[in-house]
């Protein structure tokens, strides 16, 4: 299934209370779907930049061409892994992954009703 579809079935979803969606994946330039008890949550930013955050501030993304943290500016590549002096972790990786990721964590939050 293409990711496209994917992430449209995943947000159309009926979620339980502490799930929130916020943004339309097909309308909206940003969307995002959060879980409010923990603060997991799935980014997609122009269907290009897309970003999952565990619940320990562990954050997966796919790649970017540079960005800046601790004072000096860094051109991640897949694989790469850096941790910020606050103690964030920034993992980068495939678009894939990390949709498989969302899905696997929110599909635990499905509203059985």
Known sequence: MPNTQKITELLSQKFNSNISIHGSFLKSK???ILDVNNGTNFITSENHIYSFKDHER????????????N???YFPNIGDHYTLESGAK????????????????????M???
């Open 58 to 69: 562990n954050r997966w993304l796919t790649v970017v061409n540079s960005f800046h943290a």
């Open 90 to 109: 920034y993992s980068f990786t495939t678009k894939d992954e990390i949709i498989e990721m969302a899905i696997a964590y929110f599909s635990k939050h």
């Open 111 to 113: 509203s059985i009703s």
């Open 30 to 32: 940003f969307t995002s």
């Open 71 to 73: 004072g000096k500016e």
